[in-house]
């Protein structure tokens, strides 16, 4: 191994922070990169009993570590899986409400976890930089019961305005969400490389609740394009651990997602 | 950009489909032949998901007839919908999402052609397309869901929502997506095109039952008798199957769920050259792949027999 366990690197952070809010005996939407690098390791540490949905319309899979999937619409993605539903069908198990939780990740995000993967600048016809669009991203802040983003923390991405709702979160706050039609779920964790946010239960506004070791709420202020709210009863979090890094860099030894 | 109300008229599409000879003979015949079919201005649904099962096979032939207006839609659109691009084929594209995948980033094709506005690429969710194709499977106008709601994604097809007649909820009314022609490559089929697929089914049996013609490619033709001893693996019916053709490795480079593996170098190839001269390497990779090669044998060729057997012994082993 080649880098040393004290080196950590960003898609480890998030994966072992991601991995640290699937609860055992529950279920999860998840992506291919650091969400299932978060999923793989919570099932290794915690979560013996968290099934994994895919949007490939695959339920359950046991991926072989040391061959991860770089889509989720490969055979590597389904690799002895219990059950292949098909798309429909696996997101349709979404919207019955049998997936407590999902993980996406996005260009923009706004202090109410609106995400935008569809386009930056311009118009919807005539954009400045035309990205790959929602995918299943929308039906999974749609659908889930909570949505964990994960994502890298920097300034252009934590933007005061998206510039186009691919996936709403809380929309403009409060009650919106709800009164667009959306009656279940919502965004409930911003996992970043500088902490982890909440949303407040009444405004439904972003609110720093922890920071990683070694962090400030001024490195958070300074890298975040809104107004930064802190809890008041705001935490370290645990760095990660040589057992959690060792499970990570043995299920990618290429480290092709680390 | 609003959608067509041609794309969800249930009764238009019904009649045609009465109109419409539902043979349960033959079908068996010529890639050149199958893709005679496709009109210009037609909207045509590609099976398959990203770089699995897709019809790439199909996907050539018809490239090589120099369509022009089609609509293209499919899930998740990879770099056959650039193809259809770059060769002048296509006047929108529809899709959840397009690209190859995470190491390979934005396509500069998509960027290219849609943020000059040459080609408008008409997004849904994902989900909201698999209901799309499933609302016109089941011959309906549109069906109620959860998903999109609230997000910009509403405006671009202009997407309504119904209120609950029975709970007064408001429910998105997703409308269906009734294609001209649906090409789909399945693992194995009669001659008669009833169809078996192995591994994931994407959304291939609801494109079939929602398409006006269906085009498709099969790795293997089995006898009827084996389709008979294994019925329940039949995901769609001979009587729904327009034109048939036997095409092995008809996905390749893409993969075949359990047959064969992915190509990701020669994804990396494309794109690189796309990286380093734009737009005209995707010509130049035309040339090379789809127009170039006379035969789907010479198409093979061109990568090889090692190639494909490495591909076949990865895909295996991915099942075992």
New interface residues.
């Given amino acids: 191994m080649s880098v040393p366990a004290n080196s950590v690197t960003v898609n480890e952070l998030l994966a072992v922070m991601g991995s640290r809010e699937l609860k055992d005996n529950t279920t999860v939407f998840t992506g291919?990169?650091t969400p299932m690098m978060a999923s793989g390791l919570a099932q290794r540490m915690h979560a013996p009993r968290l099934t994994m949905v895919i949007?490939?319309?695959?339920v359950g899979p046991r991926w072989k570590p040391g061959?991860l999937p770089?889509?989720t619409?490969?055979?590597?993605a389904?690799?002895r899986a219990q059950m292949?539903?098909?798309?429909?069908d696996a997101?349709?198990l979404a919207?019955r409400g049998f997936l407590d939780v999902g993980f996406i990740g996005g260009a923009q995000i706004d202090r109410y976890g609106n995400l935008n993967t569809?386009a930056i600048g311009?118009s919807?016809?005539?954009?400045?930089?035309?990205?790959?669009?929602?995918?299943?991203?929308?039906?999974i802040i749609?659908?889930c019961r909570a949505v964990i983003i994960l994502t890298a923390h920097e300034k252009r991405r934590f933007s005061e305005t998206v510039d186009?709702?691919?996936?709403?979160g809380w929309?403009e706050g409060r009650d919106?969400?709800r009164k667009?039609?959306?009656?279940?779920g919502g965004v409930s964790r911003v996992v970043t490389t500088l902490g982890i946010f909440g949303f407040d239960a009444e405004s439904r506004r972003m609110r720093l609740e922890a920071l990683h070791a070694g962090v400030t709420v001024e490195d958070v202020r300074t890298n975040t394009g809104f107004e930064v709210q802190v809890s008041d009863t705001l935490t370290t979090t645990k760095p990660p651990s040589e057992e959690e890094l060792g499970i990570l860099r043995m299920l990618d030894p290429a480290r092709?997602f680390l | 950009?609003t959608i067509s109300p041609r794309e969800y008229d249930f009764q238009a599409a019904r009649l045609r489909l009465e109109q419409k000879p539902k043979s349960s003979g033959e079908k068996l015949t010529t890639l050149d032949d199958a893709v005679a079919r496709v009109s210009d201005g037609d909207h045509i649904a590609f099976g398959g998901?990203?770089?699995?099962r897709t019809p790439l096979a199909l996907v050539r032939q018809l490239l090589r007839r120099r369509p022009k207006s089609l609509t293209i839609s499919r899930?998740?659109m990879c770099y056959e919908g650039e193809w259809c691009m770059v060769a002048g084929a296509v006047d929108k594209v529809v899709?959840?999402?397009?690209?190859i995948?995470?190491?390979w980033g934005?396509?500069k094709i998509?960027?290219e052609y849609?943020?000059?506005?040459r080609v408008?690429?008409e997004?849904?969710?994902?989900?909201?397309l698999?209901?799309r194709?499933?609302a016109a499977a089941m011959g309906v106008s549109f069906l109620p869901?959860?998903?999109?709601?609230?997000?910009?994604?509403m405006?671009?097809g202009g997407s309504k929502?119904i209120d609950c007649p029975y709970t007064g909820?408001?429910?998105?009314a997703v409308p269906a997506l009734f294609p001209d022609v649906a090409m789909l490559h399945v693992h194995r089929a009669d001659r008669f095109g009833n169809c078996q697929i192995d591994?994931?089914?994407?959304?291939d049996a609801?494109i079939a039952k929602a398409a006006a013609t269906v085009l498709v490619t099969a790795e293997e033709i089995v006898s009827e008798e084996e389709i008979r001893l294994h019925p329940d693996r039949t995901v769609i019916p001979g009587f729904i199957v327009d034109a048939l053709v036997h095409v092995p490795y008809g996905s390749y480079p893409h993969?075949c769920?359990?047959l064969y593996?992915?190509e990701?170098d020669h994804f990396s190839g494309y794109v690189e050259g796309i990286t380093q001269r734009g737009a005209p390497s995707v010509q130049e990779y035309l040339e090379r792949y789809v127009y170039g090669p006379a035969t789907h044998a010479e198409y093979l060729a061109l990568f090889g027999e090692a190639a494909l057997a490495d591909a076949s012994r990865r895909?295996r082993e991915?099942?075992t």
């Fill in positions: 291919v990169g949007e490939g319309g695959i061959s770089i889509s619409n490969e055979m590597r389904a690799y292949l539903p098909g798309i429909t997101f349709l919207q569809t311009g919807y016809d005539r954009p400045k930089v035309r990205l790959p669009g929602s995918g299943g991203a929308n039906d749609s659908l186009f709702i691919t996936s709403p929309l919106s969400r667009r039609g959306l009656l279940f092709q | 950009m998901c990203l770089f699995s899930n998740l899709t959840s999402w397009m690209g995948g995470l190491p934005l396509s998509v960027r849609v943020e000059s506005g408008p690429m997004e849904w969710s994902h989900l909201a698999g209901l194709y499933r869901s959860l998903t999109m709601l609230g997000s910009g994604l405006d671009v929502t909820e408001k429910l998105l591994g994931y089914p994407h959304m609801d993969e769920y359990g593996d992915a990701p895909g991915l099942v």
